[in-house]
């Protein structure tokens, strides 16, 4: 590929490279999914409020549609597990809406920042993943 750059024109190689830069770029997106709406999820009024909340507090360590990681555990598909991957521990939402009050491990607790309330509506979205 150098050698025939090498060849080209300066004004040309320019105009390759470009392409090729362009040509990269195009297809690294193809892995970017646009992300859906509530309604196109089909949340109802208590997951969709879930959701913002996980927006806001969740999703800079928990991956809500991917199997990839962030500094915590991915969120998807976790009420189709019977155990949380890294504690062992049952999935269900008493466990769950112990962890989002009070922390555990690395993770902070959100009892300072969210209600009984919109734990219950985080709980409710995380159904949904």
Known sequence: MKRILNR?????????????AASALALSACDV???KSDAELGLNPQQAAGRKLYDNYCD???E??????????SMKGIYKRQ??????????????FDIIKYGRSKMEGFNHVMTDDQIRDLIAYLHTL
């Open 8 to 20: 080209l024109s300066p004004c040309v190689r320019g105009l390759a490279l470009v392409a090729l």
């Open 83 to 96: 155990y949380m991957e890294l504690s062992g521990l049952p999935v269900n939402d008493d466990r769950m």
């Open 64 to 73: 809500p549609y991917s199997s990839r990681g962030k500094k915590g555990p």
């Open 60 to 62: 800079r360590c928990h």
């Open 33 to 35: 999914e646009r992300r």
